[in-house]
């Protein structure tokens, strides 16, 4: 927190050489802003309301003092339906502005706020913390590296997701410009939990296989390519879809541990995609006539 | 990424008490499998003093086969480690048709408690062999 209580001294210290009265009204509002910050921010940790003590992980290559990574404490004011993500806003907001995460929607479909938190990957917008013990340890993503506090670099995921060409590509194509590429309601029910993924990315960072293996494409990337092989639409495709996943780093390397099952915070039954892909691939290649 | 700080791999031991069922049912399995590894040169190496026994080489007047066998048996230690053995292979072997059931796909939510379940069924058969193998020891 260190970052933000210099900012109001350094502004004091260099008033502008010719002070225009708008100059004046709008540095004194800055005064009176930061004044009324610090008393909130005081307010909350005197005041003897419930308050819930974050353990947050910061880091950055830029600033000097946050170069050597840390667990910063924040004491949040608890409401009721309070989730990690609303706590992180609240610290970022009254605390430290300098507290760095990615949040969009608030409401588990953009999937930009997968946290670590309290040893699992979770969506920050989607856990309450009634469901945490306290303190609530909050880290960034593991197996990915640490651009700034609790934001991870997702490239590689991304390539990963990329890789199993996660897109519709049938050539079988009904006739005429305005019909309908059909599916059975049986096969929509086969693929519904695989198109839940919102690339959040925690399977793939719980994923201890993955983490090793650079070159394994990783629990989220192998539940897309199980949403377009089992899709009956796309039954042309289907050789060369199993063609990327039955390689050596393909559905092979899965072992198992449903780490990824665990934590997805859409419940999609990600080992169980891998495993039916991995029966389709030896499926595909033992043929005893 | 020349910015970045790398934690290294969070699955180091010092967080254990995160790990989840699946995760202790993988770690057992590999252990469990390294031991069955070690286990066999081992019993190669006590089998193997049968050639010369076939032959009739004894010490002190008892074939040298049947002379190994009697020294380790008569050893605290070794009928310990023979229970651990069978707790071993037992989990080994629960914890095989467990994985085998989740390669056929076959009840995959049920998969932490079949866990627990082969941990429990591991724990019962090793206590019930302890009168076996600890017979005339104790």
């Not at chain 1, 377009?228 to 289907?238: G, H, I, L, V, Y």
């Not at chain 1, 665990?262 to 039916?276: A, G, S």
């Not at chain 2, 399995?29 to 089998?47: E, N, P, Q, S």
């Not at chain 2, 082969?118 to 206590?127: C, W």
Request: proline residues 4%.
């Amino acid at each position: 927190m260190s970052t933000q209580e210099q900012e109001p001294a350094t502004q004091e210290q260099e008033p502008p050489e010719t002070e225009s009265p708008g100059d004046r009204r709008r540095a004194e509002k800055q005064r009176r802003l930061a004044a009324d910050r610090q008393a909130e921010a005081e307010a909350a940790t005197t005041t003897d309301e419930e308050t819930v003590l974050l353990k947050v992980f910061r880091y950055d290559p830029e600033v000097e003092d946050k170069q050597e990574p840390r667990f910063d404490d924040f004491h949040v004011p608890y409401e009721d339906g309070m989730t990690v993500l609303d706590a992180l806003i609240y610290a970022r907001d009254t605390f430290d502005s300098s507290l760095t995460f990615r949040h969009s929607c608030r409401q588990a479909i953009c999937g930009s706020d997968a946290l670590f938190v309290n040893g699992s990957q979770r969506l920050a917008c989607k856990t309450q913390l009634s469901d945490l013990d306290a303190p609530v340890r909050v880290e960034p993503l593991p197996h990915q590296d640490v651009v700034k506090d609790l934001v991870v670099d997702m490239e590689h995921f991304y390539d990963q997701m990329h890789a199993v060409e996660p897109y519709f590509q049938s050539d079988d194509l009904p006739e005429g410009d305005l019909e309908e590429q059909r599916q059975s309601r049986e096969n929509r029910e086969k693929v519904k939990m695989s198109t839940r993924c919102i690339w959040c990315g925690a399977c793939t960072s719980s994923c201890n296989i993955a983490a090793g293996d650079n070159q394994y494409l990783g629990p989220a990337a192998i539940n897309k390519a199980y949403r377009f092989t089992m899709d009956e639409r796309e039954a042309d495709k289907k050789e060369h879809r199993l063609r990327i996943l039955e390689q050596e780093h393909g559905v092979w390397r899965c072992q198992t541990q449903f780490s990824c099952t665990e934590v997805c915070p859409k419940d999609i039954p990600l080992t169980e995609h891998i495993q039916e892909l991995k029966r389709e691939a030896v499926k595909k290649n033992l043929k005893f006539w | 990424m020349s910015h970045s700080y790398d934690r290294g791999l969070v699955e180091d031991f010092g967080r254990w008490r995160e790990f989840t069922a699946g995760m202790w049912a993988w770690i057992f399995h590999k252990f469990t499998g390294w031991i069955l590894v070690g286990y066999l040169f081992t019993h190669i190496a006590v089998l193997s003093t049968a050639i010369p026994g076939a032959a009739g080489e004894t010490v002190n007047d008892v074939n040298v086969y049947t002379y190994t066998i009697q020294e380790l048996e008569s050893l605290l230690l070794v009928r310990v480690m023979e229970v651990g053995l069978l707790a071993v292979a037992v989990f080994h072997i629960l914890n095989g048709i467990r994985l085998l059931m989740v390669d056929l796909g076959i009840g995959l939510d049920a998969q932490d408690r079949s866990f627990y379940l082969s941990l429990v069924l591991t724990a019962v058969i090793a206590v019930a062999s302890v009168p076996t193998f600890l017979e005339g020891m104790l």
